[in-house]
T-cell receptor, first 116, second 111 residues
Framework: NAGVTQTPKFRILKIGQSMTLQCTQDMNHNYMYWYRQDPGMGLKLIYYSVGAGITDKGEVPNGYNVSRSTTEDFPLRLELAAPSQTSVYFC???????????????FGSGTRLTVV | QKEVEQNSGPLSVPEGAIASLNCTYSDRGSQSFFWYRQYSGKSPELIMSIYSNGDKEDGRFTAQLNKASQYVSLLIRDSQPSDSATYLCAVNEGGGFKTIFGAGTRLFVKA
């Protein structure tokens, strides 16, 4: 059972370049999330999805885009990379039920992105 | 803006002592509360969840929730050097799907 898998683990981008961070989970979780974590700061929500075909913005969505075509996959697209997007990116998934919207997250191992 | 506040630390305790980590939150409608442990350079790992007022124990960990005071705490008994990490308090938005994280408290357990 792999859990949440993120690729790549590290990436250096030049200003203005674009890239896609991949995230896939094999736990059949309906909810998936993208967070970024800057040094000394908490995790900030970028985008989230409550199921295939449904996505919504979080706290810091500018400069990013997502899609959710399947339950398993939730890629994050960075367009026109800027130095402010230098961060560690975490994908997470969670299970929900009728009685409770969140039983806690399972996180991927993270992608450390540097924009120069 | 809904917020989750934690003392950034570092909190230093000797091996074998009780470590007490605290968290306050602003959203009175929140119903789900979590503690995550994050080792340096690693991803957060869920260690406790609590949904009702009172205490919840799991091994050496006890989570405490007081919704009236909007306060969540984590106690770690018999602290070990391997407990040295950053502990993130997380609160689910009331009625929503999103979790708000505190900035974390760094814990050092001295051997």
């Amino acid at each position: 059972n792999a859990g949440v898998t993120q690729t790549p683990k590290f990436r250096i981008l030049k200003i203005g370049q674009s890239m896609t961070l991949q995230c896939t989970q094999d736990m059949n979780h309906n909810y998936m999330y993208w967070y970024r974590q800057d040094p000394g700061m908490g995790l900030k929500l970028i985008y989230y999805s409550v199921g295939a075909g449904i996505t919504d913005k979080g706290e810091v969505p500018n400069g990013y885009n997502v899609s959710r075509s399947t339950t398993e996959d939730f890629p994050l697209r960075l367009e026109l990379a800027a130095p402010s997007q230098t961060s560690v990116y975490f994908c997470a998934s969670s299970y929900s039920s009728v009685g409770r919207s969140n039983y806690g997250y399972t996180f991927g191992s993270g992608t450390r992105l540097t924009v120069v | 803006q809904k917020e989750v506040e934690q003392n950034s630390g570092p909190l230093s305790v000797p091996e074998g002592a009780i470590a007490s980590l605290n968290c306050t939150y602003s959203d009175r409608g929140s119903q789900s509360f979590f503690w995550y442990r994050q080792y340096s350079g690693k991803s957060p790992e869920l260690i406790m969840s609590i949904y009702s007022n009172g205490d919840k124990e799991d091994g050496r960990f006890t989570a405490q929730l007081n919704k009236a005071s909007q306060y969540v705490s984590l106690l770690i008994r018999d602290s070990q050097p391997s407990d040295s990490a950053t502990y993130l308090c997380a609160v689910n938005e009331g009625g929503g799907f999103k979790t708000i994280f505190g900035a974390g408290t760094r814990l050092f357990v001295k051997a």
